[in-house]
């Protein structure tokens, strides 16, 4: 408990991982450690901090070894969180060195590892390894249960951090990996009832389309791609894919068995890695709307367009008639250069389409040019 305290009343993930670190070589000793955070809207591991672990050694995980790396690609992430794992439950030392792994053990160096995904709310926060050399001896079960019971506390502690600097942290971001085929490998909890039709526009986004806006169950997401990287936590969906990992390339990348092609390439053609972020509230949306030449009373009407609002709800919250409201759409309309309300959404934004549903069972696609009236 005094622990778990700490880790509370850390200022920022420095102190926190100092404290962490601290006070697990009294319950769980180690010879090195490394703490990494994870980036929530692309699940790739963060450098992060380390104890008894420079970080050259650190980079050089994230940059070559990550995808080649049993803790990342033997298991499912749904199945790693705050799930504490021991390296020697997952492979072998002979299977380690046919990945070229082994590589890697011995350039921290170790024999055994344990390791555990820290996550909140079904989202990954960090993940911590332990490392231990030959003399060490292997992690025992009652480690394994240490670690899984503080990993929860650990993410938890991660959110209020964050959420103090963001005020929308609790706004996830959703993950969904597709095969080539429309299949869906991994889905989390938003993605999880988006209909057909939508996944086979997701199908055809990538870097160059832009975005696609999802708005389900009343609140508005951003749908993009996510550029495959050797950090990714979403490593281990490749084999079901069809790809697998392969020492030789740049950098370690991930490769096509047999093949010489870079890592984007070889798993693009076999996943869609697809992010649905929040929308997160914009202070400054009123202020980067007055560039455009809008009135005061344009913003208000934007602002409020942008919420949803009819133009009956607009008309009776601002105390003007409906025929006012449709003036100053049309104002609105002619300096943004947009036609329809879809468009002005799209165009505050940046998107260039945006998917509407009434509710969970009902989605609709709409183009931003389709769509002409106030």
């Not at 700490?6 to 100092?18: G, H, P």
């Not at 420079?54 to 050089?60: F, G, P, T, W």
């Not at 390296?87 to 350039?107: I, V």
């Not at 281990?236 to 894919?241: D, S, W």
């Amino acid at each position: 408990m005094e622990l778990i305290n700490r880790l509370y009343e850390a200022s920022d993930v420095s102190d926190m991982t100092s404290a962490l670190f601290g006070g697990l070589r009294l319950m769980v000793p180690f010879h090195n450690a490394m703490f990494l955070s994870v980036d929530g809207g692309t699940f790739e591991l963060q450098p992060g901090y380390g104890w008894n672990c420079a970080a050259e050694d650190i980079n050089l995980y994230l940059e070559q070894y990550t995808p080649l790396d049993p803790f990342v690609t033997a298991l499912p992430l749904p199945e790693r969180l705050n799930r504490a794992i021991r390296l020697s439950d997952l492979t072998s030392r002979a299977d380690l060195a046919r990945t070229g792994f082994s590589d890697f053990q011995r350039q921290l160096p170790f024999r055994y590892a344990l390791s555990v995904v820290a996550a909140w709310n079904r989202q990954p926060m960090a993940v911590l390894r332990l490392y231990r050399g030959l003399q060490g001896g292997d992690f025992k079960t009652e480690d394994l249960d240490l670690l899984s019971n503080l990993a929860p506390h650990i993410a938890h502690a991660l959110f209020l951090q964050k959420a103090q600097i963001d005020e929308d942290q609790h706004l996830c971001t959703e993950i969904l990996v597709l095969a080539a085929d429309g299949r869906i490998i991994f889905h989390s909890e938003t993605a999880q009832d988006i209909p057909p039709e939508v996944i086979n526009e997701l199908l055809l986004l990538d870097e160059q389309d832009g975005s696609l806006c999802l708005n389900h169950d009343s609140k508005f997401y951003r749908a993009r791609v996510i550029d495959w990287r050797p950090p990714s936590l979403l490593t281990c969906f490749a084999k079901r894919a069809g790809v697998t990992p392969n020492r030789q390339g740049t950098e370690g990348a991930l490769l096509s068995d047999g093949s010489g092609d870079d890592a984007f390439n070889s798993v693009s053609r076999n996943l869609n890695i697809i992010a649905l972020e929040p929308f997160r509230r914009r202070e400054d949306i009123a202020s980067r709307l007055q560039y455009t030449g809008m009135s005061s009373r344009e913003i208000e009407v934007a602002l409020r367009v942008m919420s949803g609002c009819s133009n009956a709800d607009i008309a009776h919250a601002l105390f003007i008639d409906e025929k006012t409201v449709k003036d100053h759409l049309s104002h609105i309309y002619q300096k943004i250069k947009v036609r329809s309300r879809t468009q002005l959404i799209s165009q505050i934004f940046g998107l260039n389409f945006i998917w509407r549903s009434a509710d969970k069972s009902s989605w609709t696609c709409a183009e931003t040019q389709t769509e002409a009236r106030l």
